[in-house]
Antibody, heavy 116, light 107 residues
Framework: EVQLLESGGGLVQPGGSLRLSCAAS????????MSWVRQAPGKGLEWVSA?????YYADSVKGRFIISRDNSKNTLYLQMDSLRAEDTAVYYC????????????WGQGTLVTVSS | DIQMTQSPSSVSASVGDRVTITCRAS??????LAWYQQKPGKAPKLLIY???SLQSGVPSRFSGSRSGTDFTLIISSLQPEDFATYYC?????????FGGGTKVEIK
């Protein structure tokens, strides 16, 4: 059974940093591209970043967030620096489904709150 | 960036109704479109990928189609567990983008 478990969320002040982790199990992690998608409170879904052989970022986080993975630990990361109030959201990690950049499995999400 | 315009933003329907949700891409995305269902407090769930392919385990009352840059999700006979918010997502190019969502509510 595929499982994705995010951790690392919490309350951080504007300008601060946070690192999210996503522990994967139930599939060959190294063989699949992964992504982060966020959802601000009461709002829709927003794609944040993806990693395959390359890394991709939304303009809203480019230069502030870094996506990475450790295939030996089956873990996906998102390093978030220079956080802003508008980064407040539930952050989901998601597994790419096959050849498409759609997402067939999602974690339960971790809440990041940026506030003073 | 490719904009995904989803409509309606909400729909009230009864059990057994046929519900249609549409998504228009601002430029061509071939068949690279997915549909998701999200219930409150839960992660999204993939329903349809490649515009019309049903994800494993998803009931056959869900279907998807494409006409040019217009995409449609149809729920043929709404069930109580289908009351949720639905999102489209283009999977053609980065940045990946989602539609604004359609909330399917009980009439």
């Amino acid at each position: 059974e595929v499982q994705l478990l995010e951790s690392g969320g919490g309350l951080v002040q504007p300008g601060g940093s946070l690192r999210l982790s996503c522990a994967a199990s139930g599939f060959t992690f190294s063989s699949y591209a992964m992504s982060w998608v966020r959802q601000a409170p009461g709002k829709g879904l927003e794609w944040v970043s993806a990693i395959s052989g390359n890394e991709y970022y939304a303009d809203s986080v480019k230069g502030r967030f870094i996506i990475s993975r450790d295939n030996s630990k089956n873990t996906l990361y998102l390093q978030m620096d220079s956080l802003r109030a508008e980064d407040t959201a539930v952050y989901y990690c998601a597994k790419r489904g096959g050849a498409n950049w759609n997402f067939d499995y999602w974690g339960q999400g971790t809440l990041v709150t940026v506030s003073s | 960036d490719i904009q995904m315009t989803q409509s309606p933003s909400s729909v009230s329907a009864s059990v057994g109704d046929r519900v249609t949700i549409t998504c228009r891409a601002s430029q061509g995305i071939s068949n690279w479109l997915a549909w998701y269902q999200q219930k409150p407090g839960k992660a999204p769930k993939l329903l349809i990928y490649a515009a019309s392919s049903l994800q494993s385990g998803v009931p056959s009352r869900f279907s998807g189609s494409r006409s040019g840059t217009d995409f449609t999700l149809i729920i043929s006979s709404l069930q109580p567990e289908d009351f949720a918010t639905y999102y489209c997502q283009q999977a053609n190019s980065f940045p990946l983008t989602f539609g604004g969502g359609t909330k399917v509510e009980i009439k």
